[in-house]
T-cell receptor
């Protein structure tokens, strides 16, 4: 099983739609979780951290489910500018802070 | 500096030559990471530094790849005897402890 898995998509959604992505991780001891956004031919940029209690930033909501070992990202009222690849990131605890990136989920918001 | 700085931004080299890629992390960040991303692919972990030591080198693809970090700051990734399959974007990121990592803009390496 991969350490971090994501559905590669693409998810094609109309403007204004709500879309959700999940990301599963294999190491139950992982403590830190993040969502990044990557635009074509650009570096990944931090979208939001994921906390146990769940957190929201405008149209974006992140959740952590430790029992089932997955994190989720919900985007409400999708905009054309949300089109990008969304990467989930999990730390692999081994006395260090090694971050493993999922391969990403491609989102296309259509006019 | 304000962000992670990588140089050069682009590098074209002939097969068999050695290349050095540089990463200048955010000031005060103790952790530094190197990743590689081939066109249309996900991020591939290469190596991680905590301070000047590299607890995890498991992602280095071959012994042609090496990296060092000095003074707990700047890191250099060296690829010896480059091959065409080494062509990719090499991304460096830094973080403070287990906080989020921030990326440089990457070095696009093309081996011809």
């Amino acid at each position: 099983r991969k350490e971090v898995e994501q559905d590669p998509g693409p998810f094609n959604v109309p403007e204004g739609a709500t879309v959700a992505f999940n990301c599963t991780y294999s190491n139950s001891a992982s403590q830190s979780f993040f969502w990044y956004r990557q635009d074509c031919r650009k570096e990944p940029k931090l979208l939001m951290s994921v906390y146990s209690s769940g957190n929201e930033d405008g149209r974006f909501t992140a959740q952590l489910n430790r029992a089932s070992q997955y994190i989720s990202l919900l985007i409400r009222d999708s905009k054309l500018s949300d089109s990008a690849t969304y990467l989930c990131v999990v730390n692999i605890p081994s006395g260090t802070y090694k971050y493993i990136f999922g391969t990403g989920t491609r989102l296309k918001v259509l006019a | 500096g304000a962000g992670v700085s990588q140089s050069p931004s682009n590098k074209v080299t002939e097969k068999g030559k050695d290349v050095e890629l540089r990463c200048d992390p955010i000031s005060g960040h103790t952790a530094l990471y190197w990743y590689r991303q081939s066109l249309g692919q996900g991020l591939e972990f290469l190596i991680y530094f905590q301070g000047n030591s590299a607890p995890d080198k498991s992602g280095l693809p071959s012994d042609r790849f090496s990296a060092e970090r000095t003074g707990g700051s700047v890191s250099t990734l060296t690829i010896q005897r480059t091959q065409q399959e080494d062509s990719a974007v090499y991304l460096c990121a830094s973080s403070s402890m287990d906080r989020a990592a921030f990326f440089g803009q990457g070095t696009r390496l093309t081996v011809v």
